[in-house]
């Protein structure tokens, strides 16, 4: 049983379009992330959720909506897709550990690669 | 906020050999830290991680050293085999954020 799954594992498409990659993860984690791997294989967090709750927005368009309907599923929807949104996207969860701002272990997702053209 | 990174871009390494990995972090508060492997085509995984109130963690093959006083950790790699040919990520976390490392790519030489 895959952990933490997302589809697509591929995704190409032209510049303009909206498109969306869907996440879910079976560990009962309170935590779901997205993370965003550029070309040089630099891994930056994009957002994470707690519980449904957006608990941290870095500096990400607005074009890119995260979406979290219950906790096991976070979805990435993205608008308006520009060449230089090509990236793998990795998606994660963990479990809050008990110190205040501990993030515990996060499990990742096998990534969607994306391709604007 | 924090910022990870890592001293060498690429490490090769004879087989059989120890591999050691340097990263440094710049927030004094972080107070956990992983470090992750990851395999072509494939996503983050796991190796050791410590927290704070240590200064070394051991694994299986893997160790872990942090040096609170200069912000560094590494991970040492015992009797490199070609299965640990992978980028390797440090990261660490603060204020319910993991936050990562440019990676080493780590290649194993037969």
């Known amino acids: 049983d895959t952990a933490v799954s997302q589809t697509p594992k591929y995704l190409v498409t032209q510049m303009g379009n909206d498109k969306s990659i869907k996440c879910e993860q079976n560990?009962?984690?309170?935590?779901m992330y997205w993370y965003k791997q550029d070309s040089k294989k630099f891994l930056k967090i994009m957002f994470s959720?707690?519980?449904?709750?957006?608990?941290i927005n870095e500096t990400v368009p607005n074009r890119f909506s995260p979406k979290s309907p219950d906790k096991a599923h976070l979805n990435l929807h993205i608008n308006s897709l520009e060449l230089g949104d090509s990236a793998v996207y990795f998606c994660?969860?963990?479990?809050?550990?008990?110190?205040?701002?501990?993030?515990?272990?996060?499990?990742f997702g096998e990534g969607s690669r994306l391709t604007v053209l | 906020g924090e910022s990870v990174g890592l001293h060498l871009p690429t490490l090769s390494v004879q087989e059989g050999d120890n591999s050691i990995i340097n990263c440094a972090y710049s927030n004094s508060a972080s107070d956990y830290f992983i470090w992750y492997k990851q395999e072509s085509g494939k996503g983050p995984q796991f190796i050791i991680d410590?927290?704070?109130?240590?200064d070394k963690r051991q694994g299986q093959r893997v160790t872990v050293l942090l040096n609170k006083t200069v912000k560094h950790l590494s991970l040492q790699i015992a009797a490199t085999q070609p299965g640990d040919s992978a980028v390797y990520f440090c990261?660490?976390?603060?204020?319910?954020?993991?936050?990562f490392g440019a990676g080493t790519t780590v290649t194993v030489r037969a």
């Open positions: 990261a660490a976390s603060n204020d319910y954020k993991l936050s």
């Open positions: 410590i927290r704070s109130n240590m």
């Open positions: 560990l009962g984690h309170d935590t």
């Open positions: 959720y707690n519980n449904k709750e957006l608990i």
């Open positions: 994660a969860s963990s479990q809050t550990g008990t110190a205040p701002t501990d993030t515990g272990e996060l499990f």
